[in-house]
Each structure stands twice: as structure tokens, then as C-alpha cells.
């Protein structure tokens, strides 16, 4: 008993290390980031893809607004798992450290830079008395210098340079997925397949492109692009992906 209420009393603390060294807060929001819908990265040759499962709760919901694809600036993409609140709160941050770049140095935000500066606002809130950390994974994905560059954000504050990675619900399967699938020459076609095929291993009965959010970001135009959902279907129906409808019913 005495050993459950002293680890109680760590849970509170945000800024108190336990004994052995761990926060246990930053702890419970990784799992609250566990606890998101799935979103993958997937840096290609020719760009960066993000691929979100983003299937609402209920058929009485929208489809758009589940938001879990955010335009950073042209040139910079970002995919979220866990809490929705606290990813709009950094995505609305990382908006505005782009517009300061080319307010001030009158050029476009590095990807490195931008996920740094993420990364430090929220590394604050994890040793601030009386506020909590951000229970979000962002997967920030761009082009600089004409180079795709995809990176990670931990809810501790730290930053994770990657080729591929998966985020949320089911992260284990989606990378060893990835890890078996990915190439270094892959296209930016050839990475939005690979994206949606790791999310279909997960998805027994398919995918429907409603339920389904991608964006690339291509090297050679360096912009932003989210696909349709007749662009999503047919990338789907392309490669048997695509949910049936028996299975939708």
C-alpha cells in the first residue's frame, strides 16, 4: 500500500522524477497517443506521403470533421494521433512559427527547425508546475532544400528523424509492416501505396476511402496536396484494398 501511494503521489507531480528516474505523466500521454487512430509517414525518393485512418465513430458524424491531416505551410504536412485538442493547439503553433520564418527571414521554415521548435514548446510542458503534457504524436513531414525530410514528436519533447514510421493505434504491426516493405527508391506513388496497404494490414475488412485521409508533399513542387476521395478509391481499388460492400454493411 505504501509503495502504490507513493507512486500516486509522483503521478500528480508532473515535475517530480519517481525514484527510479521515470514521469509518469509523459508516460500516461504516450498511451493516450496509443489510445489515437492510426497515422503513417512514409518519406519516398520523389516526396513525403501521410496516411491517417480517420473513420468517425458514427455514420451520423461528417467525415470532415475528423481532422487528423494538417497543413503546416506549402511545403510542410503534419499527421496526429491522440488527443484532437491538443494537436490543433500544436498545429496552430506550428502555423505560426512558419509565418515568423518568412516574416522575419523572408523564406520557408525548415522541416528540422519547424519540429525542433515543436518539440521545445512541448518539452515545456513537461517541467512546468501546474499543466500537463500534450497527450499528441505529430508526424511532421516536408521538402527542404529539395530534400524530403519526415520526423516525429514525442509527447516528452523530443524530436525522431525517420524514413517510415506509424503513430497511434497499433503502431507495433504498422512498422513491422513498414520495416518489411519499405525501399529507399519509392516513389511518391509507390509511397501512398505502401501507406494505405500498412493501414489495410491492420484493417481486416479493407479500407474505405471516407474513412481514410492522405497527403503528399512532392519534392519537385514542394506543395502540399490532399487526395480526393475518388483519388483515394481509386489508389484503393488499384492494389485490392478496397473495402467491400458486404463489409460495409
Do not use: C
Not at 501511494?5 to 493516450?32: C, K, N
Not at 506543395?223 to 489508389?235: A, G, N, S, W
Amino acid at each position: 500500500m505504501q509503495g502504490q501511494s507513493q507512486q500516486q503521489a509522483y503521478d500528480r507531480g508532473i515535475t517530480i522524477f519517481s525514484p527510479d528516474g521515470r514521469l509518469y505523466q509523459v508516460e500516461y500521454a504516450r498511451e493516450a497517443v496509443k489510445r489515437g487512430s492510426a497515422s503513417i509517414g512514409v518519406r519516398t525518393a520523389d516526396g513525403v506521403v501521410l496516411v491517417v485512418d480517420k473513420r468517425s465513430r458514427s455514420p451520423l458524424m461528417e467525415a470532415s470533421s475528423v481532422e487528423k491531416l494538417h497543413k503546416a505551410d506549402d511545403h510542410v504536412g503534419v499527421a496526429s494521433a491522440g488527443h484532437v485538442a491538443d494537436a490543433r493547439q500544436l498545429i496552430d503553433f506550428a502555423r505560426r512559427q512558419a509565418q515568423v520564418s518568412r516574416l522575419r527571414y523572408g523564406e520557408p521554415v525548415g522541416v528540422e527547425q519547424l519540429t525542433k521548435n515543436i518539440t521545445d514548446h512541448i518539452q515545456q510542458y513537461t517541467q512546468v508546475g501546474g499543466a500537463r503534457p500534450f497527450g499528441v504524436a505529430l508526424i511532421v513531414g516536408g521538402i527542404e532544400d529539395g530534400q524530403p525530410r519526415l520526423f516525429e514528436t514525442d509527447p516528452s519533447g523530443t524530436p525522431y528523424e525517420w524514413q517510415a514510421l506509424a503513430v497511434g493505434e497499433d503502431r507495433g504491426e504498422l512498422n513491422d509492416y513498414l520495416e518489411d516493405h519499405y525501399a529507399d527508391d519509392l516513389t511518391l506513388e509507390e509511397g501512398v501505396e505502401l501507406g494505405l496497404a500498412a493501414l489495410a494490414s491492420v484493417n481486416d475488412d479493407g479500407l474505405d476511402p471516407e474513412g481514410v485521409g492522405v497527403a503528399t508533399i512532392d519534392a519537385e513542387t514542394e506543395r502540399y496536396v490532399d487526395l480526393t476521395d475518388d483519388e483515394i478509391e481509386r489508389h484503393l481499388a488499384d492494389h485490392d484494398l478496397l473495402a467491400s460492400d458486404d463489409d460495409e454493411e
